[in-house]
């Protein structure tokens, strides 16, 4: 089962409203 | 977490089947993480539809942790929104499971604390008193020290 990821903050949290499931953010950095 | 943890089979399944995730760059959605007050990565928030933060960690998490992370705020979630049963097995799951961490501790204390008030008013007190057998040195443990004390008192005047 692969982890779907949303591209952006504003796109998961519609997803997350309409399925009605909470948000998981992990603010990450690339170094 | 990227390279370690997320490809671990029980947190893909818990992410996928309980959450929405995304991954945003802390350097590039800078308003998005001075509106959450995070400044050090990984920063692990967990959101309700409306944007209020029922649970967050910070740093690195081996994927046997942070299934239980996940299962910690999943439990909190349920408990925050007064789905005590469902927060009950959120909270064991963590519990119960074989695999150590720092984070039982956590769970024990708020298995307790959503037991009582699923109208368990015993549980309160066992579940709290397996956290003090077996995390004695948490940081949970002094919050939950007293239940000795009052179980005592209660088989003093009873007994």
Known sequence: ??????????????RAKSENKPLFVDFFSPT | MGTVTYPHGGVERRLSQF?????????????????FLVSWTPGLLFLDGQEGVQYRAFGFHPP????????????????????????????????????????QAEALYWLGVARYKSGDKEGLGKTWSQLLDRHPNSLWAPKAGF?????ATGRRRTG
Do not use: C
């Open chain 1, 1 to 14: 089962m692969t982890i779907a990821w949303e591209k952006d903050y504003g796109s998961a949290l519609a």
């Open chain 2, 19 to 35: 959450f929405v995730s995304v991954r945003p760059q802390i350097d590039v959605d800078k308003d998005l993480a001075k509106k």
């Open chain 2, 64 to 103: 046997e942790m942070f299934e239980h992370l996940l299962d910690v705020a999943r439990g909190t979630i349920e408990f925050n929104l007064g789905r005590y049963d469902e927060a009950v097995k959120a909270f064991s799951a963590v519990s119960e499971d074989k695999d150590p961490s720092p984070l």
């Open chain 2, 147 to 151: 239940i000795r004390e009052k179980v």
